[in-house]
């Protein structure tokens, strides 16, 4: 089963887990096994760290994933960061959207795939 990190604009107040958790069920029936800060670190906001600690868990677990995938319907520094630092690292990256959604000309130019979708129940990986 291929590991997969997977970014997504952060919410403090959760927001967006209903997302998250469909992207989740997306990458199972792929057979991709993800990690996702905000869920497996954070807990959905039960555990706390500084800004370095998620940066360092967030390297470390992209250095240890056999592809990226970064959803940019919402922008977000952090998914620049990440879809970067992925680029360098030499890992697939794969980057989601929204129809409809402005997509940046740098992470353009970073993706190795650009997938567009409705429904995030439609993404063919």
Same mark, same amino acid.
């Given at each position: 089963?291929?590991?997969? /990190?997977?970014?997504? +604009? /952060?919410?403090?107040?959760?927001?967006?887990?209903?997302? #998250?958790?469909?992207?989740?069920?997306?990458?199972?029936?792929?057979?991709?096994?993800?990690?996702?800060?905000?869920?497996?670190?954070?807990?959905? &906001?039960?555990?706390?760290?500084? @800004?370095?600690?998620?940066?360092?868990?967030?390297? @470390?677990?992209?250095?240890?994933?056999?592809?990226? #995938?970064?959803?940019?319907?919402? +922008? &977000?520094?952090?998914?620049?960061?990440?879809?970067?630092? @992925?680029?360098?690292?030499?890992?697939?990256?794969?980057?989601?959207?929204?129809? &409809? #959604?402005?997509?940046?000309?740098?992470?353009?130019?970073?993706?190795? +795939?650009?997938?567009?979708?409705?429904?995030?129940?439609?993404?063919?990986?």
């Amino acid at each position: 089963m291929k590991r997969v /990190y997977f970014g997504i +604009k /952060y919410h403090s107040d959760n927001t967006n887990r209903n997302v #998250i958790n469909e992207f989740e069920l997306c990458f199972s029936k792929h057979k991709l096994k993800s990690y996702c800060v905000v869920r497996d670190m954070e807990k959905w &906001g039960e555990r706390a760290f500084s @800004a370095t600690e998620i940066m360092q868990e967030t390297f @470390a677990k992209i250095d240890q994933s056999d592809m990226v #995938i970064i959803d940019v319907s919402e +922008k &977000g520094v952090g998914l620049g960061i990440e879809a970067g630092y @992925a680029k360098a690292k030499g890992k697939e990256l794969i980057v989601t959207i929204k129809n &409809g #959604i402005e997509i940046s000309t740098t992470i353009q130019g970073t993706a190795d +795939k650009i997938i567009t979708y409705n429904e995030i129940s439609d993404i063919r990986l």
